[in-house]
């Protein structure tokens, strides 16, 4: 990091560059990543103390860190315009005015054991002159610039010696103008009130516990006619405010959605009361990127890249087995084999937990990394158990099971009646290859396209050599290899391609959920291109079903009698789906395809879903994909499937029934936030 003299700061300011640095005494941290007219301190986040005064103070340093508000700065590393104070208030207190800013005594305590010197006191008071000279400074040239300037000046209190009833933030406002920042003040106040801390309650109040007569809101008001300043408390309920320990999963939520009140905030400031009246909430955060992110991003593909579920999850005997199978006239229980894991999952799980996720500012998009962290983790359990007893708990774990209301999507789309008749035109392995090879070349898909024996799909995408593989000796109707082409190369390779133009590769290693919301957006774009039909939708129900026969009985047997004999599927088509469901030892995966279109179906009446074909995405992460997509931190997707904005008309039987559909994880972010491969 830079370390610049407070002149040499000063003239950088008033040139408009952007930088970071550390003023060359310590005393504060200036970060300008790019002009917005928020500005946000965090004056008391300071612990450092002068060796030279160390010795004379009465005060220990956990007596010191006491009253001190620790963290404060994480709360606004996330925001382009940061000013962090690095000494402690007991050097210099810098919401106090010079006359006073050096402590006597400090809540009840003697501070000193002997007076100051002039050389010691006139030392500090040069830092505090320093810091208010660069701010004024920064909201001149803020002023200049947008007309307008919002500085949040941010602390913390101790709770345990005010009332029960003390609120989660007090706004003091008894130096605001109200009458000309009143909205300002009410949004504030609102905004915080609906921040949500796990098994905490959470309220905002104006002038409850503080009145914001510190000296930071009386320095700019004296200075500046059109700068708004907002004292904001944040009580200590993210540490422990006698040891001074973090709460880190409060800690993690409070940042988050502490991050996006001062986002809205200031978007609504500079809408209300700046020359910049058309703003969007993405135009108060920076478009340059952490180079935390990018390092973290880097060290996580080079550890995880081409750890592809169904490599290790298909078992590599099937031909020899179905032929076992049906010799035995099904009564005999295959034994699958599987791949060997070529990973240390000890060492893979210890270097996932190295990675130094906390040096990410950005709470947002620190919280996604850790969760792909964490699926990562789970997603090894679940690979080391692969044809063990134990696998159908990692499978469990990792993708879930069907709920009720999965089910009962299933067995409503098989009453459905009224299926046409099948389409006599044949496309076999060969022809749809060169089908899916025209359309890839006529939508500018650089892909491979290949037949496999190795599948138990009909076809699948394999991200890491960007190919579709198609199974041999595959035999569809013209209307199923129409559904096929829109389903893996309409959705699975467009944000394989889309992911692999990203800075960064976290897109292609794929986000928690992306099973769900990577089959769901597929379904949605059979539907939706005019190749859906009930045949279709009964083979998605009868996978729910057949999970459900697997997770009850646990016999594959059954499982195939199940389908060939209640359900009438030919004994090809129920001998695949039973070995789709039992696979590995139990994989539920495959009931997430009609749940996944529920949800795709109810998303998309409320919101634009173009932003999850950035890559492997989920559900979970549309707010912040489209943050990153509009501060340019990545690519808004080339390709998406063409019926998204403009959808194929369908039978109204068939509209009735997707409109039927309904996700069975409403409400569980948890199921969104798992992670997997896309098979069709």
């Known amino acids: ?86 000494d402690s208030r007991y050097e210099y207190d810098l919401n106090r005015p010079i006359a006073n800013c050096l402590y006597k005594t400090a809540w009840g305590k003697e501070v000193w054991a002997k007076k100051l010197s002039l050389k010691e006191r006139n030392a500090s008071i040069k830092k505090h002159q320093a810091f208010y000279r660069v701010l004024d400074a920064l909201v ?21 010696r005010q009332a029960e009833d003390s609120p989660t933030f007090n706004l003091g406002t008894e130096q605001i103008d109200k009458e000309r920042w009143q909205s ?90 700046t020359s910049k009246r058309r703003v969007k909430k993405s135009d108060m955060l920076t478009e340059k990127m952490d180079p935390s992110i990018l390092k973290v991003d880097r060290a996580l593909y080079r550890l995880a890249k081409g ?5 290790y999850i298909n078992p590599i005997n099937i031909p020899s087995e179905s032929k076992r199978f049906f010799k035995g006239k099904g009564k005999y229980q ?21 990675l130094p996720v906390d040096t990410i500012r950005d709470p947002s998009i620190q919280s ?54 099948e389409d006599e035109a044949r496309v076999t392995t060969e022809q749809l290859i060169s089908h899916f090879k025209e359309a890839a070349n006529q939508w500018g898909m650089a892909c491979k396209v290949e037949s496999s ?40 390779m467009a944000t394989t391609l889309n992911a692999a133009s990203q800075r960064l590769k976290v897109f292609s290693l794929g986000l928690p959920g992306n099973t769900l919301t990577q089959e769901g957006l597929a379904i949605l774009n059979e539907y939706q291109s005019g190749n859906m039909n009930l045949k279709r939708l009964r083979g998605l129900a009868l996978r729910v079903l057949a999970v459900k026969e697997m997770l009850k009985y646990g016999d594959f047997r059954h499982t195939y009698a199940f389908l060939h004999e209640e359900h009438k599927l030919s004994e090809n088509e129920a001998f695949k789906l039973a070995v789709r469901v039992h696979r590995g030892g139990g994989f539920t995966k495959d009931y997430l395809y009609l749940n996944g279109v529920g949800l795709a179906l109810e998303t998309i009446k409320t919101q634009d879903i ?65 992670s997997g491969v896309v098979a069709a």
């Open 610 to 674: 173009k932003n999850l074909y950035v890559g492997k995405t989920g559900f979970a992460y549309l707010p912040i994909i489209n943050e990153m997509v509009d501060r340019q931190l990545i690519n808004s997707p080339k390709f998406f499937p063409e019926f998204l904005d403009s959808p194929k008309s369908n039978s109204p039987v068939l509209d009735y029934l997707m409109s039927c559909i309904r996700s069975g994880n409403q409400g569980s972010v948890k199921i969104y936030k798992r």
């Open 334 to 354: 295959p034994d699958f084999q599987y791949r060997p894991l070529n990973i240390d999952p000890y060492l893979f799980r210890e270097k996932l937990y190295r």
């Open 184 to 273: 300002v003040v009410d949004l504030s106040l609102s905004k915080l009130s609906k921040i949500e801390i796990p098994n905490l309650p959470v309220g905002s109040k104006e002038n409850a516990v503080f009145h914001g007569r510190g000296y930071l809101i009386a320095h700019i008001n004296s200075r500046f006619q059109n700068s708004l300043v907002l004292p904001l408390e944040v009580k200590k309920v993210f540490m422990d405010e006698v040891s001074g320990e973090l709460y880190p999963l409060v800690m993690q939520a409070l940042s988050q959605q502490f991050k996006n009140c001062l986002v809205d905030i200031s978007a609504f400031f500079s809408r209300r009361f």
């Open 307 to 311: 750890l592809e579920t169904l490599y």
């Open 140 to 160: 001149s040239f803020i002023e200049q610039r947008f007309g307008a300037a919002l500085i949040f000046d941010v602390h913390s209190y101790n709770y345990l």
């Open 1 to 86: 990091m830079l370390k610049l003299s407070e002149a040499e700061i000063i003239e950088r300011i008033k040139a408009g560059e952007l930088f970071e640095c550390e003023i060359n005494d310590g005393g504060f941290l200036l970060k300008i990543e790019s002009h917005t007219p928020a500005i946000c301190t965090a004056i008391h986040a300071g612990h450092k103390f002068r060796p030279k005064l160390e010795g004379i103070c009465l005060l220990n340093e956990d007596e010191r860190q006491y009253e001190e508000d620790p963290y404060t700065d994480q709360l606004i590393q996330a925001m382009p315009i940061t000013l962090v104070a690095q």
């Open 453 to 492: 024996a190795k599948l138990v799909a009909s076809a699948m995408v394999s991200n890491s050599r960007k190919a579709v593989l198609i199974a041999k000796n595959l035999e569809l109707n013209n209307s199923e290899a129409q559904s096929l082409l829109h389903h893996e190369l309409g959705v699975h």
């Open 368 to 421: 996604l990394y850790r969760d792909v962290i964490d699926g990562l983790s789970e997603k090894i359990d679940l690979l080391v158990k692969a044809g063990q007893a134990d696998f159908l708990y990692e499978s469990l774990k990792y993708y879930g099971e069907p709920s009720l209301s999965d089910e009962q999507n299933a067995r409503f789309l098989l009453h459905a009646n009224g299926i046409g008749p």
